[in-house]
């Protein structure tokens, strides 16, 4: 495949503070590439500067084979920014905010990509209707089709989906997986490793740092531990327990997930020592690790 985005030992500081630490990423054309971590990992830094909005304070960055240091007006005419922040305006219909983008971006003929955009979105019947006046989940489609209005050849996203519905974000993503089928490349932030598990390629980043690059399934099955899910109560009180006594564990509701070397003898001395201490074991099974679960391991193997 085609290398559409080249980042190479990009570096981006605020005084004592280094934001982005020297990382290097390579992303090929048509893909689905998902920058995740939690808030303050870099994630939108890296994707200011890709788009021209930022300066890095070293290192270089290529899109579509230009510099964005110093070709950063020719790429912004060929790529489409979805900003964490609605930028859209309020007292203008969707018809207007489209018809505003497309001026900006010295569309004159717009028409027919509008209608096709509106159809894309299903906002067509809304079409009139004054910005401000949309759910959250149609504010993120209206700024989706916004910056899709002049046909770029990258899309950048910025945690697109955070504060959305549920089902708004089923529809958010079944609109992305229709522009991949037509070649559009997309680079997308997202702190919901669920988000992750549909794209390409992920760059799992922490503290401006890449901690890991893959596929998700390749890094799912990079953990070379025994992930075990316990159902206990008190769960609070387990997984103060399992902590002070060092093991790598995680809560997710009424369970507590438990990273081991080995099942035959790690889990008799975890389920005595919850035993001893009145914590009643009403489950426990090997789960397959999540992304969120290698995450968190990997977070903690670098601390």
């Known amino acids: 495949m085609n290398a559409i985005i080249k980042i190479e030992n990009l570096v981006k500081s605020y005084e004592e503070i280094e934001a982005v630490k020297d990382i290097s990423l390579t992303i090929n054309k048509g893909e689905m590439f998902g920058l995740v971590g939690p808030d303050g990992a870099g994630k939108t830094t890296t994707i200011r500067i890709l788009c021209g909005l930022l300066r890095a304070s070293s290192g270089n960055a290529e899109l579509l084979r230009k510099n964005i240091s110093t070709e950063s007006k020719e790429i912004q005419k060929n790529i489409g920014y979805l900003s964490q922040k ?13 018809e505003f983008f497309a001026e900006i971006h010295n569309i004159r003929d717009y028409e027919d990509r509008r209608n096709e955009l509106l159809e894309f979105t ?6 009139e209707r004054l910005t401000e006046k949309l759910s959250g989940g149609m504010k993120q489609k209206l700024a989706l089709a916004c910056s899709l209005i002049h046909q770029p050849e990258i899309l950048f996203l910025d945690e697109p989906t955070t504060g959305v519905d549920p089902v708004s ?22 702190p919901y490793l669920d988000e992750a598990e549909r794209c390409n390629r992920v760059a799992m980043m922490d503290k401006g740092k890449l901690i890991k690059v893959d596929t998700p399934k390749n890094i799912k099955a990079s953990l070379d531990k025994v992930l075990v899910e316990i159902v206990c109560n008190p769960i609070r009180k387990a997984y103060k327990i399992l902590k002070e006594k060092n093991y790598e564990v995680q809560m997710f509701g009424d369970r507590i997930n438990v990273v081991i070397d080995n099942y035959e003898s790690d889990y008799q001395i975890i389920a005595e020592t919850l035993k001893q201490n009145s914590v009643t074991i009403s489950d426990s099974r090997i789960i397959t690790p999540s992304l969120e679960n290698v995450f968190i391991h990997l977070i903690q193997e670098a601390s």
């Open 169 to 190: 974000r089923r529809d958010f993503w079944k609109i992305l997986s229709a522009l991949l089928k037509e070649g559009l490349t997309v680079l997308m932030t997202t």
């Open 122 to 127: 299903r906002l067509k019947p809304f079409r």
């Open 86 to 98: 609605f930028s859209l305006y309020g007292d203008l219909t969707i018809d207007e905010n489209l």
